[in-house]
């Protein structure tokens, strides 16, 4: 059983559409994040959720809206799509804040032409 | 802020070697320390999970260590195979409670 999923596993769209990204989780976590991996295959953080309570923001354009509708949901939500938001788009999970393994979902690749 | 590096950026190694990938932090104040493996348009796979109390984890051919203090890491691939072929990404978590990430070793094991 897939213990983070995220859907769709590829995006293609236009600029200044909106898209929606879903990320759930079966492992029972209650903390789960964005991870963004551009380019040059850098890995940066844009979101945390604990129990569906956001707890980390970076420096993230306000066109990118986290959602958690429940502890095993967290979809990520972009407006206005831009040339620069191209990438791919990693959803994690794990038990708790602090000392405990982070799970992550196979990846969206995001591509606005 | 933290910042972590892995050295070498690539590496490419005969089948049978045994090989060291190293990470450093500027942080020590750290969580722990998680080291992945992400094979070409996939996701992520957790290999090991150090604790920032422990001082190693082993699994399998894969040992890594920490030296907090020092703030750095090693990752041990025992016997390498080409199937080890990926790239390798060290990741600590401080008390942001994200994980921060090195750029990675892009592994190359050669038959």
């Known amino acids: 059983d897939t213990a983070v999923s995220q859907t769709p596993k590829y995006l293609v769209t236009q600029m200044g559409n909106d898209k929606s990204i879903k990320c759930e989780q079966n492992l029972g976590h209650d903390t789960m994040y964005w991870y963004k991996q551009d380019s040059k295959k850098f890995l940066k953080i844009m979101f945390s959720?604990?129990?569906?309570?956001?707890?980390i923001n970076e420096t993230v354009p306000n066109r990118f809206s986290p959602k958690s509708p429940d502890k095993a949901h967290l979809n990520l939500h972009i407006n206005s799509l831009e040339l620069g938001d191209s990438a791919v788009y990693f959803c994690?999970?794990?038990?708790?804040?602090?000392?405990?393994?982070?799970?992550f979902g196979p990846g969206t690749r995001l591509t606005v032409l | 802020k933290q910042e972590v590096t892995q050295i070498p950026a690539a590496l490419s190694v005969p089948e049978g070697e045994n090989l060291v990938l190293n990470c450093s932090f500027t942080d020590s104040a750290i969580y722990n320390l998680q080291w992945f493996r992400q094979d070409p348009g996939k996701g992520l796979t957790s290999l090991l999970l150090?604790?920032?109390?422990?001082r190693e984890q082993t699994s399998g051919r894969l040992n890594a260590s920490l030296d907090k203090s020092s703030g750095r890491s090693t990752l041990y691939i025992a016997a390498s195979q080409p199937g080890d072929s990926a790239t390798y990404l060290c990741a600590v978590k401080n008390s942001g409670y994200a994980l921060n990430f090195g750029k990675g070793t892009s592994l190359l094991v050669t038959p």
């Open positions: 959720y604990n129990n569906k309570e956001l707890i």
């Open positions: 994690a999970s794990s038990r708790g804040l602090e000392g405990n393994e982070q799970f």
């Open positions: 150090i604790q920032s109390s422990q």
